[in-house]
């Protein structure tokens, strides 16, 4: 999955007729672009100051593009449209307000700007005795910005896509406006809000729903692969109130991790997960090790020994004392244990300069075991050549899952014209792979990661993660989409934004233009 390299995007750049446009660039930094064509970042400062500017642009510029950026918590380069684009930034729009939850309320609400992160709500709420649940992401990623493009956690009993967690929003449409979505399922205004690929316009603030907040556990156990690919996917799963399954191929084994509430009175353990961070001798063995396996099999074999042993262990540390947690199951609150952070005393490993590729694909649950039994034969296949091919990411292949939801363009969504059952749930394969920081930046056996997307995409219903992919996989996965979906869409986004000012490149694989 070739992104453009820097070199070539430079050039690009040079050539541009507007001699100021740069390129704006997701997590990983600069030489990682989100977008190719900005002609200006704006610091919002408030809902106000966005809409005016945008008011402004529409009146003012014969053709104006506009995208809304939160955290760049995003791998490739879909962001924007090619066309110069005026960038505006939400990190300061981070106010809380108007929780609502009464005592003994099994749920409340609270209204947030578009900048706010999880990391932000959880210590907000926390503070108040209160939780998002499980309509979760990663701790430094917007509301704005995880609203907007679908993002979610995994599980099969209970919601957890962001949107489905979301009661209202305010969305600024394509001629500088406020207007406010109420969630109505027989609404289309609603449905194509609630996964908008910020193609209505910026999401401006967002109504959640809130509940008391609770104690859980973090369990995992160690699979043999036979276990899960014969097995009840199903089953090991929709228990839980979160879990999901970490691949590691060449082992042939699986960790499952699963977690659950317990009565908070059970336990004086503050587990605080660690989801991303490592030490700096970490990081560089690591990439040490990962970048000699673009040439030798052997270093990504024994890479994923290391990891695999590793991520045999909890990920927690105490958060009173920062001491390592050594023992399965851990205890702590809902947010730190279902997410947490980093370490104190540790970086996040894409700022020692390890970084992924991704690919991340939703099926229908009931299709779970043939999707990944095509993956272990696509593997075996490389094998039969002589190519062992491994995990190459700390926590091997991550597969998650995700209860049915309806809207127009969400991964899990249902009712669709493909004729698959997705009213049980989905199943996400999700594989991130080492991106070696050498040479042309291609993977070890590089063909072998498209071979297994392009098969995937071809011969199963199945729906992208709209910020975990190419323009390929979009482009090759148009076919997977109900085509009335899209039409009913892209209605709603011509009342919204008539000139398409909010336009990408997803939008416009999409057919959305
Ligand atoms: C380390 C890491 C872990 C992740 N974990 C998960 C996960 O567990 N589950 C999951 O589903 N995803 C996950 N993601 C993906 C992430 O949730 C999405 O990419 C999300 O869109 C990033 O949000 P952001 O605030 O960083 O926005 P950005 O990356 O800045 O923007 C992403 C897109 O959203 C648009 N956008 C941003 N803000 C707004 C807004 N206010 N209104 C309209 N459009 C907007 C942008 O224009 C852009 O197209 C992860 C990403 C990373 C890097
Ligand atoms: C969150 O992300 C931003 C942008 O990538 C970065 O500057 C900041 O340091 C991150 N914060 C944490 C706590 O990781
Ligand atoms: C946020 O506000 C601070 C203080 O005004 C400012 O220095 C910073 O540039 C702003 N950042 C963004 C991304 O808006
Ligand atoms: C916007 O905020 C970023 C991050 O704080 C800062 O680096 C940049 O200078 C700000 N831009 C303007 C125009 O203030
Ligand atoms: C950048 O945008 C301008 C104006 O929209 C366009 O003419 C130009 O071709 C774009 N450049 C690239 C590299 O796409
Ligand atoms: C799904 O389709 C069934 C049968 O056509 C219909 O009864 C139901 O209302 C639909 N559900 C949604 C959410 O559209």
Redesign the pocket.
Known sequence: MPSLPSLAAAALALLTPTATAFEYHTFDGPGFPSCYNVSRVH???SIADMASLVKDLAATQSNPRVRAAGKGHMWYDTQCSDAWTVII?T??LSEIGDLDLASGAESGSVWVEAGVTFFQLAEYLHARGASVGYTLTNWNITFGGSVAMGAHRSSIREDSMVAAGVLAMDIIDGKGEVRRVVRDEGDDEWLAASTSLGLLGIIARVQLRVYPDTKVYAEQATLDEKDVLDGDIYGMIAPYATANFWWWPYKRKFHHRYYDTVPASSTSQEGFQNTFSVTELEAITARTMLDSGKYLATSNMLAEEIFFGLWSKPNFREKTTNEEIKEWPVYGWNYDVLIGGLYPDQKAEWEYGLAGYTLELAFPITLANKMMKRVRQLFDDELKRGIVMTATYRSGINIKFGKAYFDFLGQVTYNTSDGADWTKGAIMFDFPSFRPTIGDHKRFNEQFYHRVANTLIDEFPCRPHWTKNTREVFTRSVKNLDPDHLRRFKAVRERFDPQGIYRNVIGEILGLY
Request: net charge neutral; aromatic share 0%; no cysteine.
């Open positions: 610091n919002a400062t930034r990190e300061n």
